[in-house]
């Protein structure tokens, strides 16, 4: 993927601009044919995006690091196979502050020098264009200036703050119903009636409701006072599904359920008021159900411990936020002329169908959706598809979802999995991501090695995940779920990052976001304590877990519940104090029981000389490790300093992508298949010969 298609936000703005103005378009076409006939079902239209037609250029004038491999230097002997050379690495490992060995305290000194390299990177690097400063989400228009001074309590310190920020884009217009991603719903999907309120009745309950609830807004917003603190989910969870305000006349019988007058072929109508969905799971394609079922109850115990609170928190979280209405009042008479982008989809003009991609295997199934291996059956091409898991879904599409679509769609990077297309189910009530075929997750690949990767294996995936954990930063994105099955790997040696259904834009709004996130085992001390301020700093904690499980080849702090993590961690790193975390004593979760373990003992698990088979690792790959798993995350290095780190440029220098060990592609086996191979057993035999019988037998999705 070129390095210069990085015109993220731009794609995302516009289209944003586009659905709103069909959105207001649609509202007064509704309003005028409240009547109107309701649309062919069947009359799809083919507007998936062409991979040809996108937009390469940046889209802000922002020039992309450069590859990692240009950065790095460093002696030619004393190298591992595939390393790779590069000449000019020395200015880049010079210059970076280091960190004090005491788990993120720097000494005085340091600290000084620190500042001053900060500062003069900012100098250097930053231009006011340089960032987006604003959520495209959800905008606080009541919110003053963001101060300096919170961009500088976040990561974001080496990137400076323009002194002027961007005007924010216009907002939709007055009658703006907020529409995202729509599906249609065939009129044989319409259920009986629900309640007995007439269209007009719901319309006008529905703008009552959100005016209550933004009445109740202010109040939320005094929770918090950082700049890093944003568009919360808490808003989300108290915030008003995205509900679409028509009806249709094949459904003006039907009340109690919002529907629209004549959805377009690939719309999302958004499910009944009730709270009822209208599609089940056996319907999800019908011929789907089953199968999904029965993989689902023989394989959920093999998933990893994710934190069931995040579950719980996602089905609250799962609503749509009315925030886009909230400050109509403050509009903007006149919206700028939308222009279209070059490379974007209308998602409101339809989708291919999902019958158009042949199934092979599921590939694995997450919290979020179930993961296809498919073939497109007009080009031939392998690709994945995520179906949109629903059953959370009390009302209106998965928000988590349209988060992940919406990002997935606008970002495109090397080291981000890239989504082609969205196309919805057989019975029009499911939708997929397409996304390009990865073979592996890092998960998988590390249960099946013998040995861990090597120090230059290493750093060739820390390079690619640390490139892509910047890209997200620089575009105001927090992952906050980075874990080794969200690394996808290919057998050409490169990594992506996946799943982005827990991720969100950070920036503007002044609310805190909401704790429950990251995958336990990935989870930033911060989070365990119960912060509700956090930045991009979880990630790169979650980036130190990750690196440091690569190099062992085993989870660095294992815990099963929220306070054996933390137990796990301080044993580990010593327990934290306000002199090394200013700002811990006063966090919620802190409790006097925790272990007192006043050493960092992380360099005992990774020492510079081992004969006990531990992992050896370098002074410098040692200083990048305690930097990334620093408690305080002020302190806690960025993804660009990392980058920047002088363990890439010393010997075993990174290897080459090229070079990277290739593994038979689990991904295209059966997730039953797939356990037998990593832990064989008699019993799984049998199975698997009665599997391998069954793949590839199966029809289309079904
Ligand atoms: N593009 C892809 N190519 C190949 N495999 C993929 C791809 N995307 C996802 N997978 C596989 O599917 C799994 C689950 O995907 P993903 O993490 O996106 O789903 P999720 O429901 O959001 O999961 P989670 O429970 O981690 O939140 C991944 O760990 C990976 O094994």
Known sequence: MAAGRHGGYRDYEARERELDAEASRRSKEQQHHLGGRHRDADRRRDVGRSRGGRDFANGHGRRRSPPPRSRL?????????GEVLSGSASDDSGGRPHRGRDNGVPSSSREGEAVAVSAAVGASVSSPSKKRKFSPIIWDRDSPKPPHSDAARGKKVVESVPAELPPPPPLPPKDHIPVI?????????????????????????????????????????????????GANDEEEDGAAPMKKKSTSPADSSVQGQWKRASPELGEVVVSDISGGRTMSRSSDSGRMGNDEKEDFEVDKDDYMDVDRGQASDSDAENRMSDTDSEDEAHRPE?????????????????????????????????????????????????VALKKVKMEKEREGF?????????????????????????????????????MEYMEHDLKGVMETMKQPYTQSEVKCLMLQLLEGVKYLHDNWVLHR?????????????????????????????????????????????????????????????SVGCIMAELLAKEPLFNG???????????????????????????????KVNFVKQPYNRLRDKFPAASFSGRPILSEAGFDLLNSLLTYDPDKRISADDALKHKWFSEVPLPKSKDFMPTFPALNELDRRTKRYLKSPDPLEEQRLKELQGNIGNRGLFG
């Open 181 to 229: 991603l729509a599906v249609e719903k065939s009129p044989m999907d319409v259920e009986p009636t629900v309640g007995t309120e007439s269209a007009e009745q719901l319309l006008e309950h529905e703008e009552n409701r959100v005016a209550e609830e933004e009445e109740e807004y202010p109040t939320m917003r005094n929770i918090s006072t950082s700049r890093w603190a």
């Open 334 to 382: 006149t919206p700028e002329p939308v222009k279209p982008p070059h490379r974007c989809i209308n998602m409101l003009q339809g989708c291919r169908s999902v019958d158009e991609f042949e199934r092979l295997n599921k590939i694995n199934e997450g919290t979020y959706g179930v993961v296809y291996r498919a073939r497109d059956k007009k080009t031939n091409e392998i």
């Open 560 to 590: 099963k519940t929220e306070f054996e993590q933390l137990d796990k961690i301080f044993r580990t790193l010593g327990t934290p104090n306000e002199k090394i975390w200013p700002g811990y004593a006063k966090l919620p979760g802190v």
């Open 398 to 434: 998965p928000l988590t979802s349209l988060r992940e679509i919406n990002i997935l769609l606008s970002f495109h990077h090397p080291s981000i999995v890239d989504v082609k297309e969205v196309v919805v189910g057989s019975s029009l009530d499911s939708i997929f991501m397409v």
């Open 481 to 541: 779920d980075l874990k080794t099955s969200n690394l996808l790997l290919n057998n050409r040696g490169e990594l992506k990052i996946c799943d982005f259904g827990l991720s969100r834009q950070y920036g503007s709004p002044l609310k805190p976001y909401t704790q429950l996130v990251v995958t336990l085992w990935y989870r930033a001390p911060e989070l365990l304590l119960g912060t509700k301020e956090y930045s991009t700093a979880i990630d790169m904690w």
């Open 73 to 81: 230097a460093g002696r030619i002997g004393d190298r591992e196979p």
